[in-house]
């Protein structure tokens, strides 16, 4: 059995282009007066120049133009059968990309497309409910992580609320939609002190530089690989971000808010970064401080496989990563400082993001922390002599309280006669 279409038609390649199978539309002829349908294949254009989604796009607005959904604006009008796949990429998505960056609109619209319209885009809005967006979310609860099944809810409820907004839903289906408690559990992986020590100690002098830099200052892969020596101050004893890499292009901004300012250099590390600008083949302000054989900045997929996946190997490490890292300098860092600092070590925008997801908990720190509290509930008290004597007279009264109890009992082995007289039994 096909596919439902839901009133959308079809779409497939033929040769070199898009054919669009619209649904049966039925027209009145205009001279015998008779009601007459059509479902002549439409031509939506070549296959080089448009994908798939495309041409749905492409057929969707061809079926409108015939059954004269637009007004005289060329507003679409909500009838109860626009898609989510159209409602998305002709309403939501235009409205998102002002908010969100270049890259960042590529890989949020990669997720949803993959997450939710492959399964749910050719259902019209009208007929969504909250059972087929539960079952959705129940769907992604088994394969992916609890981060994207936490961003899915999260659009989903957006878009809803934006065709709501739009007058094309009159009722929210995604409004109650709920979190599956089942979730994978997101990666905790930390190391320990020497795990990181052992990682450097197998370092050849600029990977050494390369992750010591990153441990001690905590740097995201994007902003250590496009330092440039024009950041480096080392009068100051300071690297100053200004700018971060991703995906093969150099941006002028960073993840978060805090994310491009000035860190501390320790006085080792900026006599390290000293000697490696004087071996550097090219140590022009312009030049980055890390640079491949070609002159451009290190790409980070390829530095973690060719390095941090070969150190985890050789020292039996569970796993090593950027983002391991990072987790675990936030962890260890508990012992060393305020949670205060740790944030700003991290340079989050908001201290939840650092205690919750970075910060995990230490059991040898919390069981030190039993003893320490123990400890302390086991010192003397400024009153213990006072205390010391409310003790003992307490003891007394209690001592008292129960001898007296005692003093209306009966021996052992006596019994009451009829007369409620005591007898003791005689043993012959």
Not at 125 to 137: V, W
Not at 324 to 337: E, F, H, M, P, W
Request: proline content about 5%; some cysteine.
């Amino acid at each position: 059995m096909g596919k439902a279409t839901y009133g959308t038609g079809s779409v497939r390649p033929r040769g070199k282009k898009w054919y669009g199978y619209p649904p049966r539309i039925r027209t009145k002829d205009p001279v015998t007066g008779n009601t007459i349908g059509s479902r002549k294949p439409i031509v939506l254009g070549a296959k080089s120049k448009m994908t798939k989604t495309e041409a749905r796009d492409a057929l969707a607005r061809e079926i409108a133009k015939r059954r004269g959904w637009f007004r005289a604006n060329g507003q679409m009008m909500n009838d109860g059968s626009v898609t989510l796949n159209w409602f998305c990429n002709n309403r939501y998505f235009p409205l998102k990309e002002g908010d969100w960056k270049e890259e960042t609109a590529k890989t949020k619209k990669g997720l949803i497309q993959t997450n939710i319209l492959d399964d749910l885009g050719e259902i019209p809005l009208a007929s969504f409910d909250r059972f087929t967006l539960q079952m959705q979310m129940t769907k992604l609860a088994k394969t992916c992580s609890k981060d994207t099944v936490l961003q899915m809810r999260a659009y989903l409820r957006d878009m809803f609320a934006e065709a709501m907004d739009q007058d094309f839903l009159f009722k929210d289906p995604a409004a109650r939609v709920k979190i599956p408690p089942q979730l994978r559990e997101r990666d905790t992986t930390t190391l320990t002190w020497d795990q990181l020590r052992m990682a450097l100690e197998v370092l050849f002098e600029r990977d050494r530089i390369v992750l010591e830099l990153d441990m001690t200052d905590a740097l995201r892969p994007s902003e250590l690989f496009a330092l440039r020596w024009k950041c480096f101050d080392f009068e100051n004893s300071r690297l100053i971000i200004q700018e971060t890499v991703y995906k093969g292009k150099i941006r002028p901004w960073g993840k978060t808010r805090k994310s491009l300012t000035p860190v501390h250099l320790p006085p080792v590390l900026v006599s390290d970064l000293n000697a490696w600008k004087a071996k550097c083949p090219d140590s022009s302000p312009e030049a980055f401080i890390f640079r491949s054989d070609t002159g451009s900045f290190l790409d980070t997929g390829n530095y973690r496989k060719r390095v941090l996946h070969q150190i985890a190997e050789i020292l039996n490490l569970p796993n090593l990563t950027f983002q391991i890292i990072r987790r675990t300098i936030a962890t260890l860092s508990q012992t060393k400082g305020s949670v205060k600092s740790t944030q700003g070590l991290l340079r989050h925008a908001r201290t939840p993001t650092t205690t919750d997801g970075y910060m995990q908990v230490i059991p040898e720190c919390v069981e030190q922390m039993v003893d320490s509290i123990h400890g302390e509930l086991r010192k003397p008290s400024t009153a213990a002599a006072d205390t010391a004597k409310m003790s003992t007279n307490r003891r007394a009264k209690e001592r008292r309280r129960r001898l007296g109890k005692n003093t209306n009992l009966a021996p052992i082995g006596t019994k009451l006669s009829s007369a409620g007289l005591e007898d003791t039994d005689v043993t012959c």
